[in-house]
C-alpha cells in the first residue's frame, strides 16, 4: 500500500510543475509586452500620421487613417528642389562611414587588449570603462572647440571623427577577442613567421566576425539616430542628416503648417533604413558577446 501511495502522489506531484512555470513566467511576460508596447506604440503613431494631411493631423483620432500620404511624400521629396534627398545620403555617409570606422578602431584596440600584454594596460582598460560611462554629450563640447581651432566644422569630418572611437566598441571587442580567439593561434602563427599584422588579419578578424557584426550594427542605429553632435558641428544645413533637417523643419511648422505633415512623413521614411539593416544583418548577427566565454 505504500508503494502504491507512493506511485499515486507522483502524477499529482508532476502535474503541479508546469503550473508553477507558467504562473511564475506571467509576470516577465507582461513586462516585455508593456516593453514592446512602449516602444512600438510611438512608431505605429508615426505609421499614422504620416497618411494624414496638416489639418487631419489635428483634427482626426491619433490612430486614425488619413487620405494625404501620398500628397505628403511628393511634397517632402520634392521640398527645396530634393533637399531631403540629400540629407538622407548625409545620413548615410555618417552612419555607414563612421560605423566602419569605428568597427575598424574598436576590432585592433580590443584585439590588442585581450591579447597582448604591455605597460599600462590596467591603466587603458580603467580609463575605457571610464570611457563607456562617461556621457557622449559631456564630449561635444570640447569635440566642437577642438574641430573649430582645426578648421574642420562644416565638413563631414567633423561627424565621422568623433564617432570613428567609441568605448563601448572597444569594450566589446575586447570582451568577444578574450573569449573567441585563442592565445594558442597566434603562437603557432609566430612560429610559421607570419607578422602581427598578418595573423590580425587572416586569424583574427575572421573569428572577431559576429561581434563585429554586432558593433557595426549598434554604432550605425547610433549615429544615424545621432542628433546633437551635427547640429553643432555643422551650421551648413546641406551638410545636415535627416535627424537635424527634421527637427529645422518643425521648428519651422509654425509658420508653415505643412510642414508638420512633411516632417512626420519624412521620419517615417527615415526608419526604413535601419529596419532593412537590422533584417539584412541578422543572419550574420549573433550576440555571442557572452555566451562566447561559456565555449
Known amino acids: 500500500m505504500t508503494a502504491t501511495g507512493i506511485r499515486s502522489t507522483r502524477p499529482d506531484i508532476a502535474s503541479a510543475r508546469p503550473r508553477r512555470r507558467t504562473r511564475g513566467g506571467f509576470v ?11 516602444f512600438l506604440v510611438p512608431v505605429v503613431w508615426v505609421v499614422f500620421a504620416a497618411t494624414k494631411t496638416t489639418g487631419e493631423l489635428f483634427n482626426t483620432p491619433s490612430f486614425a487613417m488619413g487620405t494625404g500620404f501620398g500628397d505628403n511624400l511628393v511634397q517632402l521629396f520634392t521640398y527645396q528642389g530634393g533637399a531631403f534627398v540629400q540629407w538622407m545620403g548625409n545620413s ?3 552612419a555607414i562611414g563612421g560605423a566602419l570606422l569605428s568597427t575598424i578602431v574598436s576590432a585592433a584596440a580590443g584585439y590588442a587588449l585581450a591579447l597582448y600584454d604591455f605597460p599600462g594596460k590596467k591603466a587603458v582598460m580603467i580609463g575605457l570603462l571610464g570611457g563607456v560611462l562617461l556621457p557622449t554629450i559631456t564630449l561635444t563640447i570640447p ?17 565621422l571623427l568623433p ?19 585563442p592565445r594558442e593561434l597566434l603562437e603557432a602563427g609566430r612560429v610559421d613567421g607570419s607578422s602581427e599584422g598578418r595573423t590580425f588579419g ?19 542605429i ?57 533584417l539584412f544583418l541578422q543572419r550574420f548577427w549573433r550576440l555571442d558577446l557572452v555566451s562566447g566565454s561559456l565555449k
Not at 516577465?28 to 512602449?38: D, G, M
Not at 564617432?163 to 578574450?178: D, E, K, N
Open 143 to 159: 569635440q566642437y572647440m577642438l574641430f573649430a581651432e582645426w578648421g574642420l566644422t562644416n565638413t563631414y569630418w567633423a561627424v
Open 163 to 181: 564617432v570613428s572611437v567609441t568605448p563601448f566598441g572597444v569594450y566589446l571587442a575586447f570582451v568577444y577577442a578574450r573569449a573567441s580567439v
Open 222 to 278: 547610433g549615429i544615424w539616430n545621432n542628433f546633437l553632435l551635427p547640429y553643432i558641428m555643422q551650421s551648413d544645413s546641406d551638410l545636415a542628416p535627416v535627424t537635424v533637417a527634421m527637427y529645422l523643419m518643425l521648428n519651422r511648422g509654425g509658420s508653415e503648417p505643412i510642414l508638420y505633415a512633411m516632417a512626420i512623413t519624412g521620419a517615417l521614411v527615415a526608419i526604413l533604413p535601419v529596419i532593412a539593416f537590422v
Open 28 to 38: 516577465p511576460t507582461v513586462v516585455l509586452l508593456a516593453a514592446v508596447a512602449y
Open 202 to 220: 587572416a586569424i583574427g578578424l575572421p573569428l572577431l566576425l559576429p561581434g563585429l557584426v554586432t558593433i557595426f550594427l549598434l554604432q550605425f
Open 92 to 94: 548615410f555617409v555618417y
